[in-house]
């Protein structure tokens, strides 16, 4: 499946590394995709604990935070920076206007879906260049937070949500 | 900081993948660690939300699930095998005998610390070596199943425990 880059089958390759981070990651969405399909709009828009974050703000949160790899990789112009300041800025009590529901999971899928297809296209050795949030002179000295980096912690940002969401469906005992 | 595989400076090195799947595994760790102090014995035996598993079993869980990483990087004996049963094979709400919370925060920190010190003292390359729980074959076949594969999925699942452990600080927005 990969192009060796030693020439030693034993070795591992950079094709792998990359591998093993999208399949995590699109573990995370399709773990979250399956959740949507299941949850009513009622559910989704109930607090995922009593006084805490609803599954509508969660979901425009991740929408936004992800819609930022866009940006932070390198992949092309965001697709809703509008969202930042509801979603990212203030918490979900801030009375600020937000999109409706049916919106949020339109931009989840919109955003998703591109960002995919961006990524799939990247080449091995672009993951490896840094991320657009670093300095030249700060990645000379932390060669690890380079655009794959972004890509892990991202997953991880997903899971922690998830972890949540998870809440907001009855029948699910984790 | 990493010797380079290919000689050619521009080519990710293995060093740098493994620093970066660590540096994630660390930050999990150490903002878990962080609530840990901050939160009081009442809060932690708390339920995350109304009829959710308590904190006091998340970190049992936590503490389970992470011990059996010995076994799957090949890292020796793990210490705590009997927690599976309470913490893993059924929810809080079994009815099990389980250790007290102190007992079990003293089992997190123990196995935490030494998995590290094992952790750390593997070689890069053991890190792309099949996980114990994977056969020969199907390594032949899924390649991107080794040992890094699982401390990137350990890290994602621990994350998304603390999404939840989270809301048993009442100060936390989160």
């Known amino acids: 499946m990969s192009a060796n880059i030693t020439g030693d089958s034993t070795q591992p390759t950079v094709e792998l590394f990359i591998k093993i981070a999208m399949s995590n990651w699109e573990i995370q969405n399709s773990r979250l ?5 299941k949850l009513t709009d009622e559910q989704l828009s109930a607090q995922t604990s009593p006084g805490r974050n ?42 600020l206007e937000k999109p409706t529901l049916a919106e949020i999971k339109e931009y989840w899928y919109t955003m998703s879906t591109l960002l ?45 949500h998830m972890g949540q969401l998870i809440y907001l469906n009855n029948n699910e005992s984790d």
Chains 1, 2 share one sequence.
């Open 54 to 95: 609803s599954g509508t703000y969660i979901l425009g949160h991740l929408t936004a935070v992800n819609d930022t790899m866009f940006t932070l990789l390198e992949l092309g112009e965001r697709l809703y920076s509008q969202l930042d300041e509801a979603f990212i800025k203030n918490p979900d009590s801030s009375g």
């Open 116 to 160: 995919k297809q961006k990524m799939d296209a990247m080449q091995p050795h672009e993951w490896f260049t840094k991320h657009s949030a670093v300095s030249a002179d700060e990645f000379e000295k932390e060669p690890h937070r380079n655009k794959l980096n972004i890509l892990i912690n991202r997953t991880n940002h997903q899971s922690y």
């Open 33 to 37: 995709n399956k959740l949507l399909d």
